[in-house]
Every structure is written in C-alpha cells, then in structure tokens.
C-alpha cells in the first residue's frame, strides 16, 4: 500500500503546484480526478473486505 500513498502524494503536489496560480475551476477538476483515482484503488479493496467479512451478502444475491 505504500506506494499507492507516495504515488498519490506526489501527484497531490504537482496537482497543487499547477492548481494554485491558476483559476479555482481547474483546482475542482484537478480535485475531481484526484478523487476518481483514490476511488479507483481503494474501492476494490474496500469491496473485496466487505465480501469477506459479511457472508449474508452473497447469500442475498442467490
């Protein structure tokens, strides 16, 4: 996992760079993706433990 968070974090940092002397819009949309990658790692991490931790879901679907 700590490459994730060092890799984000540098990308958090050139994204504030870039974002500060320019328009706010940008700093939303720089905001926005940033948020769309954090989702894209941590969502199937976050998913595959709820699996694993509540059976009652996968008997719901059946």
């Known amino acids: 996992m700590m490459p994730f968070c060092s890799y984000y974090t540098r990308v958090s940092v ?4 870039y974002c ?3 328009l706010v819009q ?4 720089c905001s926005l993706w940033l948020a769309i990658h ?9 998913k595959q433990r709820i ?3 509540s059976p009652k879901s996968s008997m719901t679907q059946k």
Do not use: D, N, Q
Not at 14 to 17: A, E, N, P, R, T
Not at 26 to 29: A, N, Q, T
């Open 14 to 17: 050139i994204c504030f760079l």
């Open 20 to 22: 500060a002397p320019t």
């Open 26 to 29: 940008l700093c939303k949309m």
């Open 38 to 46: 954090y989702i894209s790692v941590i969502w199937p991490l976050v």
């Open 51 to 53: 699996e694993f931790y």
